[in-house]
């Protein structure tokens, strides 16, 4: 799907405050109500539009220590990076992950109550899966920047 500028006004609005009101992203956006509807629509089937959602303070919800944990697994095969990528979609802890290029297969970020619950985390859930080789972290120490607002 080619986007217009309609389109790029419209996101631009909604990934800022997905709690506006269709009257205000069409102003914001200078589109009717109608022409708003059509492109959300739109936008939704093509799934430019992933979803919507309330994005928590990891803080305030006691999810104080988040961490980056690099991945290689045994063997480059479909079988070792299905089985990975299961344990990674059974694992809420882990809030994303890429497969990279360079000397490592993933990067994880993972988000915990405290040191003990990443050392279980570590340990028994992803060094302990038969698909991993190794894996090497770094813990945050304060975040600078964290956004899910991409540049149009």
Known sequence: MK??????????VIQRDAT????QVAAAAGV?????????????ANEVIRGRVTILDPEKTGHT????IYVNIVAHSSKHRDAFEKLVDETPEIMQ???????????LNVRVRDIKAYEILLMDKILSHPSV??????????EHKNTT???L
């Not at 220590?65 to 980056?68: L, P, T």
């Not at 080789?133 to 304060?142: D, E, F, Q, T, V």
Request: glycine content about 2%.
């Open 3 to 12: 986007l217009s500028k309609s389109h790029l006004d419209i996101l631009r």
């Open 65 to 68: 220590v988040c961490a980056f």
């Open 32 to 44: 009717s109500h109608t022409t708003l509807w059509r492109r959300l629509k739109e936008l939704e």
């Open 133 to 142: 080789a190794n894996a090497s972290s770094n813990i945050a120490l304060r």
């Open 149 to 151: 607002e991409l540049h």
């Open 20 to 23: 506006a009101t269709l009257e």
């Open 97 to 107: 992950c890429f497969s990279l290029t360079g000397p490592n297969d993933y990067i």
